[in-house]
């Protein structure tokens, strides 16, 4: 028992209160339930808040009347943004949460030493006295972590523990320095919004990251900040268990020259621009529901192989009523060259799978629902196998990846088994590579329900056999993490056997908006590596505002693309 406790790993959380977001709140209490790991609370010692009268001449006297304006009007929109959005979606965006002291093995009290300089008025350095200090070390603490407690953190307390200060900084380090958090995303119509995950030194913005990670950037602010405070908390949590596990952090990744200004929390008229944007793009979402607009899968297919083809020139087929198909892979057998698709019924909100007979002369026959299930299926992703034909359609509404056997070419499939369980994955390939069989899939971090959220985390496992039950994990999972090149949307082969992942690029507010295509320059049980080959943008058919997949068996090839269209 007592080698048992001599095990864990000591976490310091520093908190100027135990009231916090929800997020943190469910960071730490999970981290709490943990065997391997034992908190220790560092609590600020708090005075007490003045009152708002002497916050605001304390602001006024630190940035300037103007600059005081800026601030109050862009509090006051969000805060209304905020109260809307609640409305709306029935959820209480400001709600915080109590954390219980009794989670905590240990409690400090510490009186933190605030500072400015002449340079930054604004910035609140924070720094402790050599008592605190003494407190701090006599824990014998692993790592601190930064909660909720506020300021630019220096001196002695950086180096108190054995493995470092992790914290949180939420927005891409390579552009966007400052805040507020998740907004000039939202303004500058990024794709991505950024976070990294860092161990802090004396270096204000350049602590030593760890790690680094993107979601897709959302249409309003307050559900954009929303989104990346909470999708951060799952790799904080996997990196302080990962070091409960085997003692190390993740290696400090590269950095880059920063070039850009410090970010700042926008002036009135920025303020106004964001809040006519906003309701000039609430508007044409509005007039599509009322028109019954909205954006529209469509399949093409083309007999040439991927390298040497010419988009424009494909056979379009034409979508059933009141369905879409998206999604297309091909394969050859007994003498009949067929492609699977997603089949999206919009009466019943699922995709089953469907297939699209191709004759020699160009026609096709559509053969629907060749695969359905009670749960949404699409990406049908095909293998070969012992001479036999596989398919591992996404299922991520049944929390699984399950695998299907073709028993008649092309119409009839068995369901074997499901070679993952309790998993939320799309885009699942599989395929052989240097003797070992790899898994490339997409995996919800924190389960969402949404899976045209543009998850855009790709995880790595590999087996002996694609039959296998026991796919091992990647270590350097996720090897990508990027709403540009995260999400799979095929693959490729040369005449060579060289493999190309087809990876979906989202736009801001927009899924599926293009796709590029990547040579797999590494891949073994050590590392992944992947250079891009090209980019294919929506150029080839008028009206196109997406594309996001492409197959090809190397005679045929396939691929999706996305219009507005009216749905009727």
């Known amino acids: 028992m007592w080698e048992d406790e001599l095990k864990k790993t000591k976490l310091g959380v520093l908190m100027d209160s135990l009231k916090c977001s929800p997020n943190l709140f469910n960071l730490i209490t999970t981290l709490a339930t943990d065997p391997n790991i034992e908190l220790y609370l560092l609590q600020n010692n708090s005075k007490g808040s003045e009152n708002r009268i002497k916050r605001a001449t304390s602001l006024i006297g630190d940035v300037g009347l103007f600059r005081f304006i800026d601030i109050v009007f862009f509090r006051f ?41 002449k340079f930054s008025k604004r910035n609140i350095f924070v720094s402790y006295g050599d008592v605190d ?57 990024k794709p991505a919004t950024g976070f990294i995950i860092q161990i802090l030194n004396e270096k204000l913005d350049d602590g030593n990251i760890i790690f680094r990670g993107d979601i897709s950037t959302r249409l309003l602010y307050t559900l954009n900040q929303r989104d990346i405070l909470q999708k951060g908390n799952p790799f904080m949590e996997r990196i302080i268990k990962g070091y409960a596990a085997t003692g ?34 609430l508007t044409g979402i509005f007039i599509d529901r009322v028109l019954k607009r909205q954006k529209r899968w469509s399949v093409a297919f083309i007999r040439s192989d991927w390298e040497i083809t010419n988009l424009s020139k494909a056979t379009v087929v034409k979508n059933p009523e009141g369905r879409f198909l998206a999604d297309p892979f091909v394969a050859t057998c007994d003498n009949q060259t067929v492609m699977f698709v997603e089949d999206f019924h919009y009466s019943t909100g699922r995709g089953a799978i469907s297939a699209v007979r191709i004759s020699p002369d160009g026609s096709y026959e559509f053969i629907p629902d060749i695969i359905r299930e009670d749960f949404h299926l699409s990406f049908p992703y095909l293998f070969e196998y012992k001479g036999a034909l596989y398919m591992v359609p996404e299922s991520f509404q049944a929390r699984t990846i ?32 240097s003797g070992r069989w790899w898994l490339l899939t997409n ?8 899976s045209n959220e543009m998850w855009n985390e790709m995880c790595i496992f590999s087996a002996t056999s694609p039959l296998s039950k026991d796919w091992q994990p990647h270590p350097k999972n996720p090897v990508c993490f990027s709403p540009e090149l995260g999400r799979n949307g095929g693959l490729l082969r040369d005449v060579e056997g060289t493999i190309f992942r087809v990876r979906q690029k989202q736009g801001f507010n927009l899924y599926g908006k293009m796709f590029s295509i990547a040579k ?26 997406g594309t996001h997949h492409m197959h090809s068996n190397g005679k045929i090839t396939v691929f999706d693309f996305m219009k507005n269209e009216s749905i009727r």
């Open 77 to 117: 929109i969000i805060s209304l943004e905020r109260k809307i959005v609640s409305i709306a979606t029935h959820t209480e965006l400001s709600k915080q949460f109590r954390l219980e002291a009794e989670i905590f093995t240990e409690t400090i009290l510490l009186t933190p030493v605030l500072s400015k300089t």
């Open 248 to 281: 190390t952090l993740p290696p400090v990744l590269p950095k880059k020259p920063y070039s850009n200004t410090l970010l700042k929390t926008p002036k009135f008229t920025e303020t106004l621009t964001y809040m006519a944007r906003t309701t000039l793009l």
């Open 133 to 189: 200090i003494k407190k701090i070390h006599m824990l014998n603490l692993d790592l601190i972590l930064r909660g909720n407690a506020g300021g630019k953190f220096q001196g002695k307390i950086l180096s108190a523990s054995t493995g470092g200060f992790l914290s949180f900084h939420y927005g891409d380090d390579r552009w966007n320095r400052g805040g507020p958090v998740g907004f000039w995303e939202v303004y500058l119509k």
């Open 443 to 450: 995996m919800s971090p924190d389960g969402s329900k949404d």
């Open 402 to 433: 399950r695998l299907y056997k073709c028993v008649q070419f092309p119409d009839r499939w068995e369901y074997l088994y499901d070679i993952m369980r309790e998993v939320k994955t799309v885009d699942t390939m599989v395929f052989e590579h």
């Open 520 to 545: 797999i320059t590494r891949l073994d049980i050590e590392s992944y590596d992947e250079a891009t080959y090209c980019e294919v943008e929506p150029k080839f058919f008028p009206g196109l505002v």
